[in-house]
């Protein structure tokens, strides 16, 4: 049964109007999306769907959840925004369930990934100003080659990406760069000037390349000798994704602070950073704020998301069947190793490498009713809903195997 957007709308007319009146800054394909149900989203020709975009690893407990929506609707009806001039009862509740989880410390919220990672580089600033006791000084922030943080002027200098930078000179001074996982490229890079170390735990935008074990301990250790803030950006990998609440957790590191947003309110925006004792005093009344952030209707989205993920024991769920998805996606590799060329990724965080263009490979998956998006140069990401079952990780794999035994080799 169609919605009733659904019967208003064609694609065609919706990109009839992006074309005169929407700035192309993305590369959108080319049908409009009308409603979604669990793993599963319908076009507006009413064609359906398996998601394996979950909206850029946002929609964690896949479209339409029967009880986020109920938790949802209940609150707009009730209050929907206040300000942060007012306590919001449901932030209070949501900064101490990700205490809970990341340790002691407290939390700040906003709306998005890349507002997330603003705070935590106005953190390593207060961070290097205190540390150095006078202005200026400290203040470098280093980050990992092929990373991404972020839009905003800080998310972009922080993102040493031609493909972000472009354009956008000059960027904002104080950043650094080294290699991904080379402990003793960041080692040499972090003199005198640095005040904190920002990476991802599981690189996402780049490609799915995930920081080694051995990688996070070592960053963790030259913080502490040094006295770097180690800052962790969650926002594609956090919240579940690998089958632990934050990725970091496999590493049995704490990091002294951490950016999330994307799966956090499910579907609904709100972004959020925490930052350990002792560092919850660099910020003061009047430092740092937004308007939306933090709303009613945010909060109840991301209590309800961490709610239903314990209800439904998401977390394990994940961790137990990302097994099996991993091995079917690894006989994949060997089976069609003249077009794939490796798996990469934890959980529900996976990327397929392939040798030809992975921009045509996620068409062709599209038309065989597949949705994954583009990972780094080489490779298409496959991020499931966390409440994709078995039926779905099976289906999204046979879709698979289908394109790339009808295709020619590359
Ligand atoms: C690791 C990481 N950090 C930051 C961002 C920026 O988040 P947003 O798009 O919500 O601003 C992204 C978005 O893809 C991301 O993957």
Redesign the pocket.
Known sequence: MPSRTARKVTSAKVADQYATHVLPTYGTAPFTLVRGEGSYVWDAENRRYLDFTSG?AVNTLGHCHPEWTRRMTEQMAELVHVSNLFHVPGQGRLAQRLAEKAGPGKAFFCN????A?EFLIKLSRLWGRRRNAGEGGRHVVLTAENS????TFG?LSATPQAKVQTGFAPLLEGFRHAPFNDLEAFRKAATEDVAAIMV?TIQ??GGIYPATTEFLKGLRALCDERKILLMI?E??CGIGRTGRFFAYEEAGIVPDAI?M??GLGGGYPI?AAWVREPFTDLFQPGSHGTTFGGSPLACAAANAVLDIMEQENLLDRVAVQSGPFHEALDGLVRKHSDKVKERRGRGYHVALAVHGDPLALAARLRENGLLVVRGGDDAIRLMPPLTAGPQDLDTAVEIIDFVLGTEPST
């Open positions: 850029i998005s990934g890349a507002e990672n991404f943080h972020g839009r998310g991802e996402g935008e950006d926002v594609q950016a947003a994307k972004g």
